[in-house]
């Protein structure tokens, strides 16, 4: 009867030190860490309209950035500055080395940890640089890209860079060096009103297709205010992004790391839609493509957003 009792407890404790079981796996989960030196990560499934609030060491005081592989994430301490590779499933770690000077906009692998041709490619947007080393090297290597790196994804196994004029590039490795392929891709021909800029762009791969979602504000208003989003298709064959005016059935999450797509079933998630994490108070909201209106959704009320960090993941 002790035993039990005390295999219940310790099942009870390794349910709050992990994070939940997946819910709707169509769907992302938006990780919110927050509390003190951010010792909380409050897990909210948009889908499914419910959350949960763990305390997992692994992630205390750590800034955190999704990677393309879904299994892991890549996790950074405030005060040291050591960095490593966690996976959330089972709890794993793969140590890295320091980022140094490096700021972590993206992180990528080549291929899962356990090959040993694997590289973790980090992406610095505020340097235009990608620091990049396999498991076991002490430093990372940097290349420097021109012209400014706007966003970075990873798309049917290659990883691509949007650059300055929505230019597009893959990223290479080749003989433990890395080289930038330039597509020679034309700018993106948009029909926004005049004088009013997009505030940021996302690359977002999106089923068969590799999408700019352009984030589109109202300089005139206090701090600025989303008001729409433009969608654009990259047409392969001819070099050119294509506007897109539905996305069918699929959602797009978008947060600072990123964008994801899916095509959410049995949920209550919004097809033909683009959920968006707003800067300033961290509320969801979500633009719905067909009438171009902006609804509000906010997961946790008793969570303080400004001092939160906000993040899409898949489980």
């Known amino acids: 009867m002790e035993k039990d009792a005390s295999e219940a407890v310790k099942q009870k404790q390794k349910s709050y030190l992990n994070p939940p079981p997946p819910g709707n796996r169509s769907c992302p989960w938006l990780v919110i860490c927050h509390g003190r030196e951010g010792q909380r990560q409050t897990f909210y499934d948009v889908s499914e309209y419910h959350h949960h609030t763990k305390i997992i060491p692994d992630l205390?005081?750590?800034?955190?950035?999704?990677?393309?592989?879904?299994?892991w994430l890549f996790t950074g301490d405030r005060d040291s500055g050591d960095c490593c590779l966690w996976n959330p499933a089972s709890l794993e770690k793969i140590r890295l080395p320091p980022l140094e000077d490096l700021a972590c906009s993206f992180c990528f692998l080549s291929s899962s940890p356990g090959d040993p041709q694997s590289y973790?490619?980090?992406?610095?947007?505020?340097?235009?640089?990608?620091?990049?080393?396999?498991?076991?090297?002490?430093?990372?290597?940097?290349?420097?890209v021109e012209p400014h790196i706007s966003c970075a994804t990873m798309f049917k196994g290659e990883i691509f860079l949007l650059l300055q004029y929505c230019e597009l590039a893959i990223v290479d490795i080749e003989n433990s060096e890395l080289r930038i392929r330039m597509l020679g891709n034309k700018d993106v021909?948009?029909?926004?009103?005049?004088?009013?800029?997009?505030?940021?762009?996302?690359?977002?791969p999106s089923g068969e297709d590799l999408?700019?979602?352009?984030e589109m504000?109202?300089?005139?208003?206090?701090?600025?205010k989303i008001y729409r989003f433009n969608v654009f298709r990259m047409n392969f064959e001819e070099g050119t992004w294509e506007e897109l005016k539905s996305i069918g059935d699929r959602a797009i999450f978008l947060s600072?790391?990123?964008g994801i797509s899916c095509s959410p079933k049995d949920s209550g998630v919004k097809k033909n839609a683009i959920y968006f994490v707003e800067d300033g108070n961290g509320h969801i909201r979500m633009y719905d493509l067909e009438d171009q209106s902006i609804s509000k959704v906010s997961p946790c009320s008793n969570i303080n957003y400004r001092s939160s960090n906000l993040y899409w993941i898949m489980l």
């Open 60 to 71: 205390h005081d750590k800034w955190i950035c999704p990677i393309s592989s879904h299994e």
């Open 120 to 144: 973790v490619l980090v992406v610095d947007r505020g340097e235009d640089i990608i620091g990049y080393c396999k498991s076991g090297e002490d430093t990372f290597k940097r290349h420097k």
């Open 189 to 204: 021909n948009c029909s926004n009103p005049e004088g009013i800029p997009a505030s940021r762009d996302y690359l977002v």
């Open 211 to 214: 999408l700019i979602v352009e």
């Open 217 to 224: 504000i109202l300089l005139a208003l206090p701090m600025g």
């Open 256 to 258: 600072a790391h990123g």
